[in-house]
């Protein structure tokens, strides 16, 4: 529904006057009762010590107690009192949003100072106060995976598939630092990767989420990350790896050394010459891939090669400048071997990433304190364009730079009460080009693009565009957590955000026109392919939480509302857009209601059941692209069809919120004394997904819009059975059964299949991403503090594909399958002693078994190594044979990858 922009303060008042105040997702709390041993009497007046910590709290007339602001990680609690033993309860763990209940029963002391007795709590296989699916992963779990990345533990998790949570499109996932939003509206993917070094928790929730969270419709991964202590520590870490395979006739170079290099380190404790007041703790990484895909340098952007007819004798090939014409097909086959061979290979899905964090926290006093966070982060890659195979040097360079800092400050009013106040901004800034300079005289005329065709690979030419874009975002947030009786904690809050979207895209013009030189039209000339804009849109939220625990139930509770104006431009008249009046796109809010509920059924089992609706901007993207709704009648858009959108397609800045409603249904069952069952249905409604509609102009131009017009469902089951580790052995395996359909997977897919001549789709078809069986398993072996061993499997259903034949759809979308993945993962290590440290040698392998998954197909086969289509294509006005083309790397797994590796802890 639309707002006027004077009822947002009213709204935003209203929510923020009935309640009392947590900050979103980084902190956890202790609850219990203390209790006479011999009688059973409630203790009051006990005191109740977190150490290490200023934090504790004293019981009540009923013996209860509650802790507050505790950040994850483990502890020990300790209870004293007059007359009584002290008691000692050590590797207490607490967890983001969730509660520990720790009871103590405390006996008279013999002595009137008593003894301490100390025991070794351990976590409950059950959690009480779990009201939907959410899995938290410590730092200690994620140094035994093979992992390298956030993302690889996410993937892990039961319901995510390649990011996608439960049949969710990209980018339906909010990201979050510290409880503090990290995506890029433009595409709602995340700016700024935390590294595995600096996770203290990892918080993955895939199912319903507290009305905390907003801007998400499938899911939260909220990372929180280490703090500094009162002593020094720290530790580096490096591994070298390279791709151990023998799949040369699809993985070009793989015999050969394809270095991986990794730099990494920590240091952590009171900063210097400030005693232990502020503590720092920073982290830094440096990783350097080639990657797998290997293309060859035969030709050069500035090679100019002719194919005028089918006869061979007709063609010239230049390569690196030196011309070449053939009297036979032979001696033209002997030439193309001898290019090949005399040619360097060239990493064509290299990267470059460089990371630094800092993070500065300060008790002020007793009752408040302070946190600064900065992290910065640089990417320069490449992604495998197939045509460029045998001229790499002309396809697209790819750099992303990003960084934010957080200020935070906490000020605690009373032991029931405090609040958080952050002050945050972030940047993300995206080019893609070949070279940085658009004027730069190694560009080419982009007709030499076109010299190969069908399944060749170009001989020349590179890529024209110059593609840029930053997005800087401004957040200022403050939560407020009341714990105002023992049943109730109530949280509230309030969010603004700022957003600045500048993007600039452009296509290099070269031709007679230009004088055979590089030229960039100016932004007053009325040229195709040249876009600028500048925007600033304002997003606010407010949100009412109440956590209820009983002794037989947990309910929580919350409603949230948005709002949003995107502070852009809409025209009036559809039928001429380029040359139509405009006004102001109208503003959008919402209210979304949600609820969650645990009961615990014995004491070794629980249900759980969730309910919510959740809203989320469709990425800016989409509201603000073709800024000047450009039209063309032609197709041809130059040497490529401009990066990130679709030719003749406009924004839409009225967009709405796209909607889901998800219902859930759990059980949490204990068997045994380390064994754990979770059972988990769920059902997804979703609506005014992102689509297009189709419209024409006055001068029978069709086009496209953005609007909310898609829709779909997701239902699965999910079953997961852990065996906590103990005894050296630890072991989990999870199973996922989902059915994801839509009428679309892409939001242009409407206007896609009206060029092609086609129907829109008007029915749900499975989802491109929709895998219907999914089973992982891990297996941990050893000693976690001197040699162990992890192992990874993951099975998968093969993703859907449209067959079709000659190029025409013979079936239903999405009506035949992929083949089915698997894949195997090891990581071991052994730690040792060296003087005063602790070192570590370990060996990590991706794909164990050397797999070749096939994750793309030909549409007419449904396989990777074989297209009826390509072997009728008839001749190919190229060098490169038809099986050179056809067996394309990129539409296979990566190759078995092997690291070795030491870290030094100190």
Aim: aromatic share 12%; charged share 20%; no cysteine.
């Amino acid at each position: 529904m639309q707002a006027k922009l004077w009822t947002l303060p009213l709204l935003l008042l209203l929510v923020w006057s009935i309640s009392a105040p947590l900050p979103a997702g980084t902190t956890g709390k202790i609850i219990g009762r203390i209790t006479d041993r011999e009688t059973g009497e409630p203790l009051p007046g006990v005191n109740v010590l977190v150490e290490g910590t200023q934090l504790g709290a004293a019981t009540d007339i009923d013996g209860n107690y509650f802790i507050l602001r505790l950040a994850p990680g483990v502890y020990a609690i300790r209870a004293t009192m007059i007359g009584y033993d002290n008691l000692r309860y050590e590797q207490v763990r607490v967890s983001v949003d969730k509660t520990t209940e720790l009871n103590f029963s405390l006996s008279s002391a013999v002595l009137e100072l008593g003894t301490t007795v100390t025991v070794i709590a351990e976590k409950p296989i059950v959690e009480r106060d779990l009201t939907s699916t959410s899995v938290t992963v410590d730092a200690q779990v994620i140094q035994r995976l093979p992992v390298t990345s956030i993302q690889d533990v996410i993937n892990l998790q039961a319901g995510v598939v390649d990011g996608h949570f439960r049949g969710g499109r990209s980018g339906e996932v909010a990201y979050l630092i510290d409880g503090v939003s990290i995506n890029d509206v433009y595409n709602n993917d995340f700016s700024l990767q935390v590294e595995n070094q600096s996770v203290q928790e990892l918080q993955i929730i895939s199912g319903t989420f507290n009305a905390e969270y907003g801007q998400a419709m499938s899911g939260i991964v909220n990372v929180v990350t280490k703090e500094g202590g009162s002593t020094y520590h720290g530790q580096i870490q490096s591994y070298v790896g390279d791709y151990l395979s023998n799949h040369t006739d699809v993985f070009w170079n793989i015999d050969a050394l394809n270095p991986i290099y990794n730099f990494e380190g920590t240091l952590s404790g009171p900063l210097p010459l400030l005693g232990k007041s502020v503590t720092f703790f920073a982290a830094g990484r440096y990783a350097d891939y080639e990657g797998a895909l290997y293309g060859r340098n035969s030709f050069t952007p500035t090679d100019s090669s002719n194919f005028p007819s089918t006869d061979i004798r007709d063609w010239m090939i230049e390569s690196r400048g030196i011309e070449h014409r053939f009297s036979s097909p032979e001696d033209f086959a002997r030439l193309s071997d001898s290019l090949r061979n005399a040619s360097d290979y060239v990493p064509m899905n290299p990267s470059q990433r460089w990371t630094g964090q800092i993070k500065l926290t300060t008790r002020v006093s007793a009752s408040d304190k302070i946190d600064y966070e900065g992290l910065i982060q640089h990417h320069k890659y490449k992604t495998y364009n197939h045509r460029f195979r045998l001229n790499p040097d002309g396809d697209f360079w790819r750099y992303q730079t990003g960084w934010n800092n957080t200020l935070t400050w906490t000020h605690v009013f009373n032991h029931r009460t405090f609040m958080t106040t952050k002050a945050a901004r972030f940047y993300t800034d995206y080019r893609q080009q070949v070279y940085s300079d658009p004027y730069d005289p190694r560009y080419t005329n982009p007709m030499l693009l076109m010299a190969a065709s069908g399944s060749a690979f170009l001989t020349g030419g590179q890529e024209m565009w110059h593609f840029k874009r930053n997005t800087t975002t401004s957040i200022g947030k403050i939560d407020l957590t009341s714990q105002i009786t023992q049943t109730h904690q109530i949280k509230t809050g309030i969010e603004l955000r700022r957003h600045r979207l500048w993007l600039r895209a452009f296509e290099i013009r070269l031709n007679r026109e230009t004088g055979w030189q590089p030229y960039v039209p100016t932004r007053t000339q009325n040229v195709q392919n040249n876009d600028e804009y500048l925007y600033y849109p304002i997003e606010a939220s407010a949100y009412l939480q109440d956590k209820i625990e009983l002794h037989y139930m947990v309910v929580n509770a919350g409603v949230r509302l948005d709002y949003f104006s995107s502070q852009g431009i809409v025209p009036i008249n559809f039928s001429d857009p380029a040359y139509s009046p405009t006004r102001k796109a109208s503003s959008e809010y919402q209210i979304s209601p949600r609820v969650g509920l645990s009961y615990p059924i014995t004491d070794r089992g629980a249900i759980h059941v969730s309910y919510g609706h959740f809203f989320q901007i469709p990425g800016f993207e989409h509201l603000f692209s073709n800024p000047e709704f450009e039209l063309y009648a032609t197709s041809n858009y130059g040497s490529t069809n401009p990066p990130e959108r679709q030719p003749n397609t406009i924004g839409n800045a009225e967009l709405k919120p796209q909607k889901t409603t998800i219902y859930e249904i759990g059980l949490q069952q204990q068997i045994g004394f380390d064994l754990s069952l979770d059972v988990t249905a769920f059902f997804k409604d979703i609506r005014n997904l992102l689509g297009t509609e189709i419209l024409h102009t006055t001068t029978g131009i069709r086009y496209a819009r953005y609007i909310n017009r898609d829709y779909g469902n997701v239902k699965g089951l999910t079953v997961a059975l852990e065996k906590r580790f103990g005894g050296g052995i630890g072991a989990t395996i999870d199973y996922t059964y989902q059915i994801a359909q839509g009428n679309a997977s892409d939001p242009t897919s409407a206007f896609l299949d009206v060029q092609a001549g086609r129907e829109p789709q008007k029915q749900l078809v499975p989802l491109n991403w929709d895998r219907t069986h999914s089973l992982n398993t891990s297996l941990t072996l050893g000693d976690p503090d001197r040699m162990s061993a992890s192992i990874i499997g993951r099975l998968g259903s093969g993703f859907p594909y449209t067959p079709t034949e000659q190029n025409v759809r013979t079936a239903v979308e999405n009506s035949e399958r992929k083949p089915a993945v698997y894949t195997v993962d090891l990581y071991a290590y052994r730690r040792f002693g060296i003087a005063n440290m602790n070192a570590t040698v370990f060996v990590r392998v991706f794909n164990l078994f050397d797999r070749m998954n096939e994750t793309d197909v030909y549409s007419d086969t449904g396989r990777a190594n074989y297209s009826i289509a390509a072997e009728r294509s008839g001749t190919i006005f190229g060098v490169n044979t038809l099986d050179e083309w056809i067996r394309r790397p990129d539409f296979y797994s990566e190759p078995r990858q092997v690291m070795l590796g030491f870290s030094l802890d100190f």
